[in-house]
């Protein structure tokens, strides 16, 4: 079975031209495929039925990510949907609603997409990386996180404004996938999202980063530091091994020049861990002058022993970077009682 939301929009139109039908009926998919959302190839009433059967006789399909389970947090500006793939793996996905009346700025509504279930990189402080890894998830899973926010969204007479790569799993280590689920949400004839709207966060996959910056995109790139030196990174996250602190800053600098997007570096901030002032001092000494930006996460509850560091130390932490020129900001926290904040998503709903 192939889900339609697999193809890129010069697919489908491949497709049905193969298959003996004029060009135009690919727009008749692709259209309702990104803005009325159908369960059912059925559901497309304006395509001819003798099409719609061949498709289904030829194994398409839509919609094969089906959502079993939705959590809502009591404020309502947080929805965590587990979602059920055709091998009967789940994967979760949350959608982050920002107010604008209780933090100024523009209202947002923005998707943490998850790339794989599990993951390998086995972050010590992250749900999901102590899970494990499971599986690859398809261009399909990925696009149809989106899809199903996007629905719902939809029914409220709202939309889809920002996705960020930093559900479950590591992004750069399912490249293909990802980065065919981003042509297709950012293309006109598909999702349709401007690319500037899009944000992929890696724990800093040198090979990975240096590959994106290669794809002529104007897409957000975030690389999770969470340490100034090798030592402490390498027990923080243990799969560090071959990309060195200096190796991940550097491509960082090489994508910021490629594709002219800042680069943010992503710090979880750890009690007694990667909190003192001594490290502020080093992770500014090591980003002063590179134009970068730091986006300090005090950590969230998981299932590990680590612990949020107080308000004060966090905004001591803040100011030693800040003082020293580098641009930083304290990450707004959400979902953290519905397990849906960052380094939280575990496909614990199903528990
Ligand atoms: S923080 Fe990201 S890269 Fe690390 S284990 Fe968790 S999901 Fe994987």
């Given at each position: ?122 972050c010590v402080f992250c749900a999901t990386g102590q899970m ?136 979880a901030?750890m ?26 996460i005090?950590i969230n509850p998981t299932a590990g022993d680590f612990k949020r ?27 953290t009682?519905?397990s849906a904040a960052c380094g939280q998503l575990r496909?614990d709903?199903?528990?």
């Open positions: 079975m192939t889900d339609l939301y697999r193809l890129l929009p010069e697919e489908m139109e491949k497709l049905v031209t193969d298959m003996g039908y004029p060009r135009y009926r690919a727009d008749q998919i692709l259209l309702p495929l990104y803005y009325k959302f159908p369960k059912d190839i059925n559901d497309i009433p304006q395509l001819p039925k003798k099409l719609r059967e061949e498709l289904t006789e030829a194994g398409y399909t839509i919609g094969s990510a089906k959502e079993t389970h939705r959590v809502v947090s009591e404020d309502g500006d947080t929805t965590k949907l587990l979602l059920q793939l055709p091998n009967d793996s789940s994967v979760e996905t949350v959608l982050m609603q920002y107010n604008p009346t209780k933090i100024g700025g523009h209202p947002r509504s923005t998707i943490c997409v998850s790339t794989q279930i599990g993951c390998a990189m086995g494990g890894f499971e599986t690859n998830l398809k261009a399909e899973h990925i696009v149809s996180q989106v899809i199903h926010f996007a629905e719902i969204l939809e029914q409220r007479g709202e939309h889809v404004t920002n996705l960020v790569f930093m559900g479950m799993g590591e992004p750069m280590a399912n490249y293909d996938e990802m980065i065919r689920a981003v042509k297709i949400l950012t293309h006109d004839r598909g999702f349709g999202l401007g690319q500037r709207h899009i944000t992929i966060s890696t724990i800093g996959i040198a090979s990975g980063i240096e590959k994106l910056a290669e794809e002529n995109l104007q897409i957000g790139l975030a690389i999770s530091l969470h340490a100034p030196n090798n030592k402490l990174r390498k027990e923080l996250v243990p799969t560090a091994g071959p990309n060195s602190v200096e190796d991940i800053i550097e491509s960082g600098r090489n994508y910021f020049k490629k594709t002219g997007r800042r680069v943010t570096f992503e710090y901030l009690e007694g861990i990667n909190d003192s002032l001594e490290i502020a001092e080093e992770l500014a000494k090591l980003l002063h002058g590179n134009g970068s930006h730091v986006n300090i005090p560091p107080s308000e004060s130390r966090v905004s001591e932490f803040e100011q030693i970077l800040s003082k020293s020129g580098v641009n930083c900001t304290v990450r707004v926290e959400k979902g009682e519905i496909t709903m199903i528990d």
